[in-house]
């Protein structure tokens, strides 16, 4: 892989140059502990794991994630307000195709109503997003698509499995 993501449905190469991945939660959301077990997590399976932190502003995530071209960026909520803000984040991130195009995946607590509909899911991946993996679901989904990124199998998009109608 060279510094632009795989087209979608492509599969990411594991001999990525820089394999860092970019761990962060977004403005509203001032939890830790979400990001300490995603470090930890993508650092045993051998990513370079860069932690934003806390209530990281949009700016800040944007010129992080241009700059450091990651092999991955993992946006993680646990407030409840990932949905809405992921939709803003996202399209920041999106909003010049010439950039830099890595992988982005959004999870956790996403919505303060319980689990996203499908529609809400399919919303979030149409702004761009390549996984969304609710918290209310098993999270072996994640934990399969990090393997397979750190053995560059990967396949993306990720549709989250379950999601209510």
């Not at 860092?20 to 399976?45: F, K, P, Q, R």
């Not at 995530?61 to 949905?83: D, F, I, K, M, Q």
Request: proline share 5%; net charge negative; with cysteine.
């Amino acid at each position: 892989m060279n510094d632009d993501a795989a087209p979608v449905g492509a599969v990411v190469d594991a001999g990525a140059a820089k394999r860092t991945v970019i761990v962060s939660s977004m403005a509203s959301d001032s939890h830790t502990w979400n990001l300490v077990y995603l470090e930890l997590l993508l650092g045993e399976l051998g990513f370079d794991v860069v932690n934003l932190g806390a209530c990281v502003p949009d700016e800040l995530l944007r010129s992080e994630y241009l700059s450091r071209r990651p092999a991955l960026l993992v946006l993680s909520s646990v407030n409840g307000h990932g949905y809405q803000d992921g939709l803003r984040v996202i399209r920041r991130l999106r909003e010049f195709p010439q950039a830099h195009r890595a992988p982005v995946v959004i999870g956790g607590k996403l919505g303060i109503g319980g689990a996203l509909t499908e529609d809400e899911v399919g919303q979030l991946l149409l702004a761009g997003f390549d996984a969304v993996f609710d918290d209310q679901r098993d999270p072996a989904p994640f934990h399969r698509l990090a393997a397979e990124l750190s053995t560059g199998s990967a396949q993306l998009p990720v549709r989250v499995e379950g999601a209510e109608a």
